[in-house]
């Protein structure tokens, strides 16, 4: 079946450095990648949509310069947390779909924690 | 608005069968997933339905009435390796994805 690879894991920075997280989609192409974050206990939270080759599509109260996302390939999409800060430790999910009603896979997600 | 409820946890006995429901209102309507979500991991895709009636996939089955705005999700059979979220997410009129807050099921041996 379709596979996203999500990297890294987990990551733990200190406040005002900036990490990046990749996603990548290992057998289809994803035309469509989208990033979420999720809290402990809650659902999960769109940020973004991004497409490839095009600018990302923000969810409101999103600070896209903030959150940096790059999708150069129909394979790769990045996304930067700049300056980052401790309410910023959250776990971040990407997914992709290479259709729009089909069914979306999930990287297995990023954990930050913001130091 | 859009807006998805289901309920937000439920307890179930190893060996049983539990069914998890989920409304929704949303603009338009393009299908609805449910998935499963372990502690700390992403979720997993379990089912997907865009026509009525019921979708079976081993122990886990999918059910669909759009009229009614209304699917549910049943688990037979239950295992203690099903105790985990479920989410259900509907694909609205512009392909965007309205999520529940999910529902948390416990599984009792």
């Known amino acids: 079946g379709a596979v996203v690879s999500q990297h890294p894991s987990w990551v733990i920075c200190k406040s005002g450095t900036s990490v990046k997280i990749e996603c990548r989609s290992l057998?289809?192409?994803?035309?469509?990648m989208f990033w979420y974050r999720q809290f402990p206990k809650q659902s999960l939270m769109l940020m973004a949509t991004?497409?490839?080759?095009?600018?990302?599509?923000?969810e409101q109260g999103v600070e896209k310069d903030k959150f940096l996302i790059n999708h150069a390939s129909l394979t790769l999409s990045t996304l930067t947390v700049t300056s980052a800060h401790p309410e910023d430790s959250s776990f971040y999910i990407c997914?992709?779909?290479?259709?729009?009603?089909?069914?979306?896979?999930f990287g297995n997600g990023t954990r930050l924690t913001v130091t | 608005g859009q807006n998805i409820d289901q309920p937000t946890e439920m307890t179930a006995t190893e060996g049983a069968i539990v069914q998890i429901n989920c409304t929704y209102q949303t603009s338009g309507f393009n299908g609805l997933f449910w998935y499963q979500q372990h502690a700390g991991e992403a979720p997993t895709f379990l089912s997907y339905n865009v026509l009525d009636g019921l979708e079976e996939k081993g122990r886990f089955s999918s059910f669909l009435s759009r009229s009614k705005g209304y699917s549910y999700l049943l688990l037979k059979e239950l295992q203690m390796k099903d105790s985990a979220s479920y989410l259900c997410a509907v694909l609205d009129s512009n392909y965007q994805l309205i999520w529940g807050a999910g529902t948390k099921l416990i599984i009792k041996p």
């Open positions: 997914s992709a779909t290479d259709r729009e009603n089909s069914p979306l896979h």
């Open positions: 991004s497409n490839e080759g095009s600018k990302a599509t923000y």
């Open positions: 057998d289809f192409q994803a035309t469509t």
